[in-house]
């Protein structure tokens, strides 16, 4: 069974940091691309950032570019994502999903606030 | 970016209504789409992708249509389990984009 567990979040200041991880099982981790995608309370879903099976390829949207840092650790199966420079609009829960037409596996999600 | 358009946002109906949801892409994403259902407090589910394909494990009563700028998710009959808020997905480019949402709530 594929799982995907998400940790890491909480409550951080305004500038603050959190490193989120996301544990795979049930699958070939390295066989697939692999995405952050949150959503602030109450709206919709925003894509993050997506890293390629052997990290060649890494891609953020706008709003975290130079903040956010994605990465993966095949071995462990293990996904990251390195939060620097919060702000309150990082303010989310913060799902990893895995790509494979389109993104058929998705975690519970960790929340992310920030607010001082 | 690619900016996505969903149709209602918000769509009243009934047991065993058939209902239609809309998305329309700022340009063209050939059948690079797909439809999730998020339930409240819970993560998305991968309905459709591939625009037309249903995922393995979604009733058939879902189905998907479309290409190019305009697509739409059919639900045939709604079952008390589908009231729910339906996102579209284009991932045409890397940065993929998802639709607003359209919360589907009992009349």
């Known amino acids: 069974e594929v799982q995907l567990v998400e940790s890491g979040g909480g409550l951080v200041k305004p500038g603050g940091y959190l490193r989120l991880s996301c544990a795979a099982s049930g699958f070939t981790f390295s066989s697939y691309s692999m995405n952050w995608v949150r959503q602030a309370p109450g709206k919709g879903l925003e894509w993050v950032s997506s890293?390629?099976?052997?990290?060649?390829?890494?891609y953020y949207a706008d709003s975290v570019k130079g903040r956010f840092t994605i990465s993966r650790d095949n071995a462990k199966n293990s996904l990251f994502l390195q939060m620097n420079s919060l702000r309150a609009e990082d303010t989310a829960v913060y799902y990893c999903?895995?790509?494979?037409?389109?993104?058929?596996?998705w975690g519970q999600g960790t929340l992310v606030t920030v607010s001082s | 970016d690619i900016q996505m358009t969903q149709s209602p946002s918000t769509l009243s109906a009934s047991v065993g209504d058939r209902v239609t949801i809309t998305c329309r892409a700022s340009?063209?994403?050939?059948?690079?789409l797909a439809w999730y259902q998020q339930k409240p407090g819970k993560a998305p589910n991968l309905l459709i992708y591939?625009?037309?394909s249903l995922e393995s494990g979604v009733p058939s009563r879902f189905s998907g249509s479309g290409s190019g700028t305009e697509f739409t998710l059919t639900i045939s009959s709604l079952q008390p389990d589908d009231f729910a808020t339906y996102y579209c997905q284009q991932y045409n480019s890397y940065s993929t984009t998802f639709g607003q949402g359209t919360k589907l709530e009992i009349k």
């Open positions: 999903a895995r790509y494979n037409n389109a993104f058929d596996y």
């Open positions: 890293i390629s099976s052997t990290s060649s390829y890494i």
């Open positions: 340009q063209s994403i050939s059948n690079w």
């Open positions: 591939k625009a037309s």
